[in-house]
């Protein structure tokens, strides 16, 4: 199973995803960071992505070219300026126009507020995108 973590900044929630998913999931799983920006990319190689991808052409070049599983990161990345400009309207365009699986996380930014979300925590957020990966995992292998 391939899945893409986007994040920007330092990455901050896209390495608590990355660091979630090593520790739950025991089956084989190839993660890659797709940072906007080579310190958020780091950080999230160094949380256990097998692989990292910075910058607008290189994100959209994969997202183009590749093909996997889902794509995991907060509600900013299908936001044109989302995550305080780091998102472009290219980037947001090609991860929205992906044929898989997104989880996108209803941070309360950019004026977005989705009813029902208030009262959710993050890590309960996130545990919810890891338990619904391992379904789709013990699915695939019935």
């Not at 910075?54 to 299908?78: M, Q, R, T, V, Y």
């Not at 004026?111 to 029902?116: F, H, L, N, S, V």
């Amino acid at each position: 199973m391939k899945i893409a973590v986007v994040d920007a900044q330092g990455a901050g929630l896209g390495q608590t995803i990355i660091k979630k998913i090593r520790k739950e999931i025991n089956q084989d799983i190839y993660i890659i960071a797709l940072g906007t920006n080579t310190f958020a990319t780091s950080n999230m190689v160094k949380s256990g992505a097998n692989v990292g991808i910075s910058g607008e052409i290189a994100i959209c070049d994969f997202c183009k070219k590749n093909k996997i599983d889902s794509i995991i990161g907060p509600i900013g990345i299908i936001c044109n300026g989302g995550i305080n400009g780091e998102i472009t309207s290219m980037i947001s365009t090609s991860i929205f126009s992906m044929d898989c699986t997104k989880y996108i996380l209803p941070l309360q930014k950019h004026g977005i507020y989705i009813p029902g979300t208030r009262n959710l925590q993050i890590k309960d957020i996130i545990e919810e995108i890891v338990l619904n990966i391992k379904n789709n995992i013990e699915r695939a292998l019935m």
